[in-house]
């Protein structure tokens, strides 16, 4: 496996399931972060770890709750979520969580349906 | 405040023309960092280019090529002999004294055969 992946690809689940993404990334880097995307609206940053450390959380419903157990995987557990939390959930890494020096990459994304 | 704009929200033109997406920021700051990703239809994004504040040289890279001006806070993409693998959404992200990413809403490329 090469770059960063994410598991699975796609997910429908009721409001009163739990479930969790996951995201692997390849690359050594010590930051990692996940993002949301709606429709129509620009990306949202959720949460940044950096060296397993949660550094940034944006405000994000109790409801979505990030664990990063070492520097590749980062994981995003769902409970109780609500019809509008359906989107594309992509998670990123950089080399340090100076994203916005160094470049983000990204996996493909999990494609959430909340039912 | 931060702010990226992409007023271009969708663009449409037929295979082998020349396109222009345009990227306007809004930043205080007198350090920071532009890039450009695309997006294909598969969702990942991929990025294209970083550029920072104190570099204005265009830059090329094969079909693609950027132009970056401080003096009108742009930083435009142009694909040149558009192919239809092109298509995509591109967005344009600005990075903040916070080192976070300030995104554009996006624009919708399409590149009809």
């Known amino acids: 496996e090469t770059g960063v992946t994410q598991t699975p690809r796609h997910l429908v689940m009721g409001m009163t399931n739990k479930k969790s993404l996951k995201c692997e990334q390849h690359?050594?880097?010590?930051?990692m972060y996940w993002y949301k995307q709606s429709a129509k609206k620009p990306l949202e940053l959720m949460f940044v770890y950096s060296l397993e450390e949660r550094v940034e959380n944006n405000s994000v419903p109790s409801r979505f709750s990030p664990e990063c157990p070492n520097s590749s995987h980062l994981f995003l557990h769902l409970h109780t979520l609500q019809p509008e939390d359906s989107a594309l959930y992509l998670c990123?890494?950089?080399?340090?969580?100076?994203?916005?020096?160094?470049?983000?990459?990204f996996g493909p994304g999990t494609r959430l349906t909340v039912t | 405040a931060q702010k990226v704009t992409q007023a271009q929200t969708e663009i449409s033109v037929v295979e082998k023309e020349d396109v222009t997406l345009d990227c306007v920021y809004e930043?205080?700051?007198?350090?920071?960092?532009l890039f450009w990703y695309k997006q294909p239809p598969s969702g990942e994004l991929v990025f294209l280019i970083r550029?920072?504040?104190?570099d204005e040289q265009n830059e090329i890279s094969g079909r693609y090529s950027w132009n970056f001006q401080k003096s009108t806070s742009s930083f435009n993409f142009t694909i040149t002999a558009s192919q239809v693998v092109d298509s995509a959404v591109y967005f344009c992200a600005l990075s903040d004294s916070n080192y976070q990413l300030i995104w554009g809403a996006g624009t919708k490329l399409i590149i009809k055969p």
């Open positions: 690359l050594g880097h010590n930051a």
């Open positions: 990123a890494s950089s080399q340090d969580r100076r994203g916005g020096t160094y470049e983000q990459y």
């Open positions: 550029r920072n504040s104190f």
């Open positions: 930043t205080r700051d007198t350090t920071y960092y």
